[in-house]
């Protein structure tokens, strides 16, 4: 597994990440116990994995904890807490203030098991949300970095909701993010230009997400948006074959799957560091991580996908 420094943060780094919510939640939606979903975090460590994301929504910061708590010095850990109070609409305006969220976070802390967390995001903010963010929970970070409780400061956007990258293009303005979270994936390339490019200038840290959803797991989802993305004018009629959009990614020489293709998309993007994979599934994980680790796509793939996908910038793939 290689290892990639994250940005200015100068933390090392596995070039996947396990992300603990998402569908599976480690395994936790699907009736898993919990030393189920401990054993697929510790089978993550023993393939190489040292980068471990989960938040307080996941409801799996407990299972992360005792993963690691053997060996908390040789991982990262990155979490999140909304900006709302919890039990309200995460999309509306009702904030958490500064003291109730440094608050909460020391159960984040309780949760983990641990006495400091190294990167805590913000999660999920949209856009609107941002300048409030930006005058009341970052001093809250900043008080908490202070204390030592983390060591470095995160925000992850909205991406099923902000597919445009609105809010961190207004947050990369500002020099206090060492950590960013986006989505990218090959239906959706615009943190390329939108995200990535402010990123490498500041040598912020990049975690991805979306790498891998529904549209790229199944392939009447695929069909279904990419056809919906013809009928909007959004890709050209002629550039993708109807019945399967995708299939030319699986042709030999190229990838055995549209997610093995979809991996090794956003692990080679210049500016990409953490690809963000999750299941509860060991088996699966094993997959995931190969194709994680798997050379580029051939340059003439990365083209046409290029030339299709280049301007989408309207779905998440979800």
């Known amino acids: 597994m290689e290892r990639v420094t994250l940005g200015r943060t100068g933390l090392s780094v596995s070039v996947a990440g396990l992300g603990c919510g998402g569908h599976s939640r480690l395994g936790q939606s699907y009736g898993h116990s919990f030393e189920q979903s401990v054993s697929v975090v510790r089978a993550a460590m023993e393939a190489g994995v040292n980068f471990f994301d989960t938040a307080a929504s996941y409801r799996t910061e407990d299972i992360v904890g005792a993963a690691v708590r053997s060996c908390r010095d040789q991982v990262v850990i990155s979490s999140k807490l909304g900006v709302v109070r919890p039990g309200t609409d995460h999309l509306g305006q009702d904030y958490l203030s500064g003291a109730d969220f440094v608050k909460l976070v020391d159960k984040n802390l309780q949760r983990l098991g641990t006495d400091y967390i190294d990167i805590f995001h913000l999660h999920g903010v949209m856009p609107d949300q941002y300048e409030y963010c930006a005058s009341e929970l970052v001093p809250a970070l900043l008080k908490l970095r202070e204390q030592g409780k983390i060591r470095f400061l995160g925000l992850t956007e909205r991406f099923i909701y902000d597919t445009r990258h609105d809010m961190l293009q207004r947050a990369l303005k500002d020099a206090c993010w060492d950590v960013v979270m986006t989505g ?135």
């Open 184 to 318: 990218f994936n090959l239906l959706n390339p615009s943190a390329r230009r939108r995200v990535f490019a402010e990123t490498q200038a500041g040598n912020v840290g990049t975690l991805v997400m979306f790498a891998v959803r529904r549209a790229l797991s199944n392939p009447q989802a695929a069909r279904e948006i990419v056809n919906e993305l013809v009928r909007r004018d959004e890709i050209a009629e002629g550039s993708i074959d109807h019945s399967d959009p995708l299939g030319f990614l699986c042709r030999p020489g190229v990838a055995g799957s549209v997610v093995e293709a979809a991996y090794r998309f956003c692990r080679h993007e210049p500016g990409a560091h953490v690809v963000l994979t999750g299941t509860g599934s060991l088996s699966h994980l094993t997959e995931n991580l190969a194709s994680i680790v798997s050379p580029p796509l051939p340059a003439e793939v990365t083209q046409k996908l290029q030339d299709i996908f280049g301007s989408v910038d309207s779905v998440s793939g979800n």
